[in-house]
């Protein structure tokens, strides 16, 4: 009877399984098919134009000033935002629900709409723009892209360090401090490593969001190109055949850095595990 | 659990049943150019005040792509709208249509605001030596990607002639730009280069689309740019007229225009016309009489106040060709 019973729940806890395996292989077609399908498509039926623009000077160009761009943008937000994401999750303090909930809104707003926003502040007349605007320029220049990456971008990251920085146990930090390590020392040997995972991940997340970045960006910086606007270009001018090409070099350059920096996270994982 | 669910299926359910039994009106499906979005707007309200049971369903886009939805994807359209009539003419009949109406123009302006430096000098006599001021920066939308952007530089190239300075185009357009421009067999060609190499200096700002160029004069970014009345019109920005010798605007000065030419980067010639927005009621067309009633609202003379008062002046009487239907034939003349 009881050999029984657990019998049927071990087909019930399959069957579960089964399910869940359904479910999400549905939802993993829909993420591979639209990408193997472009890129399929490119390789079998147009291989030619894949190599001619592998070789286009102005298409390498955009890719790397896109994964340049992202870069800065994930740097600073990394300087500013890790900070700010210990704050959140060491300290309680008056507004801090609305700072959270302000943290989010570049992630709500459309792009556009935060292109013009960004334009209007980082113009040349703009209220952070002009005072700057004898050292920097943000107008159809790299600092506007940057920006624009930033602004949306930056929330992924903070987000996710301060869920790192919440599951580090405050103790161990007190403990340290009541070994005589100063604050500062305290946060950069204890905490920041028991949580690099997670900012990790989040400037992952912040770099790959920041790639893909179009909306704002071709609000405050058409030029120089970077290769979603390079893709949407040639999508305008000279149809899908010739956009192509240029969109699947990136998502193919893309995936290797994604790649890349998951096995390097994954080794990171083990770290703060033990 | 179980049922939350079923509550669920069933507002689910009860939703998509309501929701098909209110949709009994008849559609009337309109397909037409983006400059036409605010009239057309006007006159969908209108004509569902006049008829109560028609559900005006209106699809705006490019013109070229909205005449392919009828030739090339087969999509059913009561009326189809161009900014450019020719185009009505060429890819769309005999075969998707036999006739159409020129029913309203448009023009190339400079848009500016108060604050633009000199806008309080700037006429139609010394516009382009006020853009050539080294502190004055203007724009335009990017002649590979847009019509209002190859219509600008067509402007600019007409210029030349209208004022007799052979360095307009040089001074605003080559000197802070990759784009050239060439005298060949009595025509001013601009050929253009791949868009990533256009490579604009500070004075200049070039969009993808007309419409993000607004962003840049509110933000005081650029002092003028070019771009069509109707759009300056509806945004209330100041605007410059231009002589119609160069403005794209008049039938009577279609000769002139063609001696502007602008080549886009994917090969594709276009030459310079007047601005003249069409419209027809496509062959496939599934409520022919509805369109038709459509079509004499747009030529009506409520219709007409509709698109003088957003900027797009109103032919009239419009000038019809092909073999238009009995029932239009009071409000055209024949082209």
């Known amino acids: 009877m009881l050999e029984r019973s657990k019998l049927t729940l071990k087909m019930s806890q399959e069957k579960t399984i089964l399910i869940f395996t359904l ?32 070789k286009d000077v102005a298409v390498l160009k955009s890719i790397w000033l896109s994964i340049y761009a992202a870069f800065l943008a994930t740097l600073i937000a990394l300087i500013l935002g890790v900070p700010l994401a ?16 302000i943290i989010d809104v570049p992630i709500v707003i459309p792009h556009t709409v935060a292109g013009i926003a960004l334009l209007t502040v980082f113009g040349s007349h703009g209220l ?12 159809d220049a790299l600092p506007g892209i940057v920006v624009a990456m930033l602004f949306v971008s930056v929330p992924f990251l903070i987000n996710s360090a301060r869920e790192g920085f919440e599951s580090v146990d405050p103790r161990l930090e007190n403990v340290a401090r009541s070994l005589g390590a100063s604050r500062w020392r305290a946060i950069c040997k204890v905490t920041i490593p028991l949580a690099s995972r997670h900012i990790l991940v989040g400037a992952i997340m912040s770099w790959a969001r920041a790639i893909s ?62 | 659990m179980k049922k939350l669910v079923a509550v669920f299926v069933v507002i689910l359910l009860s939703c998509a049943v309501l929701g098909c039994v209110t949709s009994e009106k008849v559609t009337l499906k ?116 847009d019509p209002c952007g190859y219509r600008s530089q067509m402007t600019i190239q007409l210029a030349e002639l209208y004022y007799n300075d052979s360095s307009i185009y040089d001074d605003l357009i080559e000197k802070n730009t990759n784009l050239r421009m060439t005298f060949e067999n009595g025509a001013y060609i601009l050929r253009m280069p791949n868009s990533e190499e256009i490579n604009p200096s500070d004075k200049i700002m070039i969009r993808s689309m007309e419409m ?94 509709i698109f003088d008062e957003l900027g797009q002046p109103p032919i009239g009487p419009a000038v019809g060709s092909g073999n238009v239907p009995q029932e239009l034939m009071t409000l055209i003349c024949q082209g």
Not at chain 1, 86 to 101: M, N, P, Q, T, V
Not at chain 1, 215 to 236: K, N, Q
Request: hydrophobic content about 45%.
């Open chain 1, 23 to 54: 479910l999400g292989a549905i939802i993993l077609a829909f993420i591979v098919i639209p990408i193997a399908n472009t890129i399929a498509t490119q390789v079998i039926l147009d291989a030619d134009a894949l190599i001619k623009t592998a």
């Open chain 2, 30 to 145: 309109v397909l037409h150019a983006g400059s036409l979005s605010a009239p057309f707007e006007e006159v969908e309200r209108l004509f569902e005040e006049r008829f109560p049971n028609v559900d005006v369903q209106r699809e705006a886009a490019g013109s070229t792509k909205t005449i392919r939805k009828v030739t090339e994807l087969h999509k059913e359209a009561d009326i189809v709208a161009s900014a450019d009539y020719s185009l009505v003419q060429d890819m769309m009949m005999p075969e998707y249509a036999d006739w159409y109406i020129q029913f309203a123009k448009n023009s190339i302006v400079i848009a500016y605001t108060n604050d633009s430096r000199y806008a309080e000098e700037i006429n139609q006599d010394n516009w382009y030596e006020i853009l050539r001021r080294p502190d004055v920066k203007f724009g335009f939308s990017n002649p590979n990607d």
């Open chain 2, 212 to 305: 993000e160029l607004i962003h840049g004069l509110d933000a005081h970014e650029i002092d003028y740019y070019f771009i069509y009345r109707s759009v300056a019109e509806q945004h209330n920005e100041r605007f410059l007229e231009l002589p119609p010798q160069i403005d794209l605007s008049s039938v009577d000065y279609a000769d002139t225009y063609k001696k502007a030419q602008v080549v886009q980067s994917s090969g594709n010639v276009i030459t310079g016309k007047p601005i003249v927005y069409g419209i027809t009621v496509p062959k496939n067309a599934e409520h022919r009489d509805l369109a038709i009633e459509f079509v004499k609202l747009v030529l009506s003379e409520d219709g007409q106040k």
């Open chain 1, 213 to 274: 970045e179009f909306g704002a960006v071709v609000i405050i910086a058409y030029y120089p190109m970077i290769a979603s606007t390079l893709t949407y270009e040639r999508f305008l001018s000279e149809g899908l055949s010739a956009s192509r090409p240029v969109a699947v070099l990136l998502m193919v350059v893309c995936l290797l850095v994604f790649i890349l920096l998951r096995t390097v996270s994954a080794r990171w994982g083990r770290y703060d595990r033990d």
């Open chain 1, 86 to 101: 210990y704050l959140l999750a060491r300290r309680d303090f008056w507004g801090k629900g609305s700072i959270e909930s």
């Open chain 1, 128 to 139: 952070i723009g002009y005072p700057l605007s004898n050292y920097i320029g943000f107008v």
